[in-house]
């Protein structure tokens, strides 16, 4: 550097650059999960530069677009003391004013528009991964500029820039909401790729498929469409959504924690105080109906031993998997809990004693059969093999309270132990008597 006779200064502020770019979290990912994102996000960098090239900026077009910018920033401030919960896709309902950007400006706009919000969040956000956000921005930027570039390019007679009335007004707002859930589709999709790379056993059901988020995303699209037919009314209107759009988002995050409590962080099970009082729930129901009602502690067999040779990387890695495993077995209406470091609780409501022990003979088989590898740390590429004792007992007249059947069943994979491991012992009405398959 120095023969090319650049100031001192210089060459220490480029090799400073140079080891902050090395330090970037993203460097410290799977090379093919790398490759993904840095080549999504490079590759909407590239499409907002160019068609933000080929814009006629004018000033009307520039007010609308700021003051839809300024709506998202002080939506990103009326929210940004509520803590977000870690391991979830994010809600933070930008979009909204994406989509509306999308209709009412030039293509260029819904490229460019999600930068400067990014930017903003990461300067009063800071607590999540950088490259995550920057990623996100990326797949908006693409979804919702694929989408402008169509409404733009549909006639004037069926939508164009203004809804116009009666049913031309009708068709304007059902392509709108068309253009919101192509935008969902499109940015959801790349986000999908990158878990699918990250981790092909993800339960995408459980983020994008359940009831809460299509129910959170269908709000969201109804807000967007909202606010789109609202803008392209009167620009000066827009401030009329942003009541709503906060109170939503603050509403949207506080169930999120609330929801977050009542769950294992390290597995997605219920957690063991949240199990219990579902369970007490569910005990007395079936008390009261007369129904049969079935209770399993699942312990993982040998589990010091691996514990103690593999680290806690691998611990975590082989509870998550058991647990997804329970999870995918049991997909009724089975409450599972963890209840201790390897071992996990199933109530079973409206089984009887035949059923249960089938249930539990097949939890036992399925995890005996699938092998566990490892994903990371100094164990990479280890496989697994582990198996689990099983106890079970049944809601009887010497059982009526949820504390006496934890304890039978306690007993019962007490037994299942003593009888040499990777073993179901159905609990009898009398002690004396064993079960064990």
Same mark, same amino acid.
């Given at each position: 550097?120095?023969?090319?006779? *650049?100031?001192?200064?210089?060459?220490?502020?480029?090799?400073?650059?140079?080891?902050? +770019?090395?330090?970037?979290?993203?460097?410290?990912?799977?090379?093919?999960?790398?490759?993904?994102?840095? &080549?999504?996000? %490079?590759?909407?960098?590239?499409?907002?530069?160019?068609?933000?090239?080929? %814009?006629?900026?004018?000033?009307?077009?520039?007010?609308?677009?700021?003051?839809?910018?300024?709506?998202?920033?002080?939506?990103?401030?009326?929210?940004?003391?509520?803590?977000?919960?870690?391991?979830?896709?994010?809600?933070? !309902?930008?979009?909204?004013?994406?989509?509306?950007?999308?209709?009412?400006?030039?293509?260029?706009?819904?490229?460019?528009?999600?930068?400067?919000?990014?930017?903003?969040? !990461?300067?009063?956000?800071? /607590?999540?991964?950088?490259?995550?956000?920057?990623?996100?921005?990326?797949?908006? =930027?693409?979804?919702?500029? &694929?989408?402008?570039?169509?409404?733009?390019?549909?006639?004037?007679?069926?939508?164009?820039?203004?809804?116009?009335?009666? =049913?031309?007004?009708?068709?304007?707002?059902?392509? +709108?909401?068309?253009?919101?859930?192509?935008?969902?589709?499109?940015?959801?999709?790349?986000?999908?790729?990158?878990?699918?790379?990250?981790?092909? $056993?993800?339960?995408?059901?459980?983020?994008?498929?359940?009831?809460?988020?299509?129910?959170?995303?269908?709000?969201? *699209? &109804?807000?967007?469409?909202?606010?789109? !037919?609202?803008?392209?009314?009167?620009?000066?209107?827009?401030?009329?959504?942003?009541?709503?759009?906060?109170?939503?988002?603050?509403?949207?995050?506080?169930?999120?924690?609330?929801?977050?409590?009542?769950?294992? #962080?390290?597995?997605?099970?219920?957690?063991?105080?949240?199990?219990? =009082?579902?369970?007490?729930?569910?005990?007395?129901?079936?008390? /009261?109906?007369?129904?049969?009602? #079935?209770?399993?502690?699942?312990?993982?067999?040998?589990?010091?031993?691996?514990? @103690?040779?593999?680290?806690?990387?691998?611990?975590? $890695?082989?509870?998550?998997?058991?647990?997804?495993?329970?999870?995918?077995?049991?997909?009724? @209406?089975?409450?599972?809990?963890?209840?201790?470091?390897?071992?996990?609780?199933?109530?079973?409501? $409206? %089984?009887?004693?035949?059923?249960?022990?089938?249930?539990?003979? /097949?939890?036992?088989?399925?995890?005996?059969?699938?092998?566990?590898?490892?994903?990371?740390? =100094?164990?990479?590429?280890? +496989?697994?093999? !582990?198996?689990?004792?099983?106890?079970?007992?049944?809601?009887?007249?010497?059982?009526?309270?949820?504390?006496?059947?934890?304890?039978? #069943?306690?007993?019962?994979?007490?037994?299942?132990? &003593?009888?040499?491991?990777?073993?179901?012992?159905?609990?009898?009405?009398?002690? @004396?008597?064993?079960?064990?398959?």
């Amino acid at each position: 550097m120095p023969a090319l006779g *650049l100031p001192g200064a210089v060459v220490d502020g480029i090799r400073q650059g140079a080891r902050s +770019v090395r330090g970037w979290q993203v460097w410290t990912l799977p090379q093919s999960l790398r490759v993904y994102i840095l &080549s999504i996000t %490079t590759f909407s960098f590239i499409v907002a530069a160019i068609a933000a090239s080929r %814009t006629r900026w004018q000033l009307t077009d520039v007010v609308i677009f700021v003051g839809l910018l300024a709506c998202g920033v002080i939506a990103i401030e009326s929210t940004r003391n509520v803590r977000e919960v870690q391991g979830t896709v994010g809600r933070d !309902l930008q979009t909204v004013w994406y989509l509306a950007i999308a209709v009412t400006l030039p293509p260029a706009y819904a490229l460019l528009a999600p930068l400067p919000l990014t930017a903003y969040r !990461l300067w009063r956000v800071p /607590r999540a991964f950088v490259y995550r956000r920057v990623f996100s921005n990326a797949t908006i =930027s693409l979804a919702y500029g &694929s989408v402008s570039l169509l409404f733009h390019s549909i006639p004037d007679s069926v939508a164009g820039q203004t809804p116009g009335t009666a =049913s031309h007004a009708l068709v304007w707002t059902g392509v +709108v909401a068309g253009c919101g859930a192509l935008a969902w589709l499109i940015n959801n999709g790349l986000i999908l790729g990158a878990i699918m790379i990250a981790d092909s $056993q993800a339960r995408v059901r459980d983020m994008f498929g359940n009831r809460e988020a299509i129910t959170s995303d269908l709000i969201e *699209l &109804s807000l967007a469409v909202s606010l789109s !037919l609202v803008v392209s009314i009167s620009a000066l209107l827009m401030t009329l959504a942003l009541p709503s759009v906060v109170l939503y988002r603050r509403y949207l995050m506080n169930s999120q924690l609330v929801a977050q409590a009542r769950i294992d #962080a390290k597995t997605g099970l219920l957690n063991a105080g949240t199990w219990q =009082s579902e369970a007490e729930v569910e005990l007395l129901r079936a008390r /009261r109906g007369h129904t049969p009602l #079935a209770l399993a502690m699942v312990n993982i067999d040998h589990f010091k031993d691996v514990d @103690d040779m593999a680290g806690q990387l691998v611990h975590d $890695q082989l509870i998550r998997d058991i647990a997804g495993m329970l999870k995918d077995q049991l997909p009724g @209406d089975e409450l599972i809990g963890r209840f201790g470091s390897e071992e996990f609780v199933i109530l079973l409501p $409206q %089984t009887g004693r035949d059923e249960a022990q089938r249930i539990s003979e /097949r939890l036992r088989d399925h995890i005996a059969a699938e092998p566990i590898a490892i994903e990371s740390g =100094s164990q990479e590429g280890f +496989v697994f093999r !582990l198996t689990v004792s099983i106890g079970v007992a049944v809601l009887n007249e010497s059982r009526r309270a949820l504390a006496e059947l934890i304890g039978a #069943a306690d007993t019962a994979l007490g037994q299942a132990k &003593s009888t040499g491991w990777n073993k179901v012992y159905v609990l009898p009405d009398g002690l @004396d008597g064993s079960e064990t398959s």
